[in-house]
């Protein structure tokens, strides 16, 4: 079984089993890697968490979240969880990011420089 999603391999919505085929890698971060998907009808993102990340208790909080509605507009918010029968453990499936903004990782590593009003706003 495969340790993260590659190109080509089918991920399945749960419980709705809506499928979605990953086409490539996006970026990573310390929980997992997130990827581009796409459904037959639009394109979204798949995060998918690191073994290590992918604790029964993540499970359950994702199972939560799901069920919320967005916090914002602006919130890349889980729409459902995913699974692979050909990889281990599971992500989420979410929005893609609007290329108007810009990573929360580029910020804390310093290599953004916001205006003070993107900044309060992210805070």
Do not use: H
Request: hydrophobic share 40%.
């Amino acid at each position: 079984m495969l340790e993260f999603p590659k190109a080509g391999v089918t991920v399945r919505s749960q419980p709705a089993n809506e499928s979605f085929t990953i086409e490539r890698e996006l970026g990573e971060g310390t929980q997992g890697v997130v990827f581009a998907a796409r459904s037959s009808a639009d394109q979204y993102a798949v995060k998918w968490y690191r073994p290590e990340a992918a604790t029964k208790r993540q499970r359950e909080s994702l199972d939560y979240l799901v069920r919320l509605p967005k916090p914002d507009q602006r919130f890349l918010w889980p729409r459902c969880v995913v699974t692979s029968d050909k990889v281990q453990g599971f992500g989420y499936l979410m929005p893609l990011r609007d290329v108007r903004y810009k990573s929360l990782a580029l910020l804390m590593k310093a290599k953004l420089k916001p205006t003070f009003r993107a900044l309060a706003t992210a805070c």
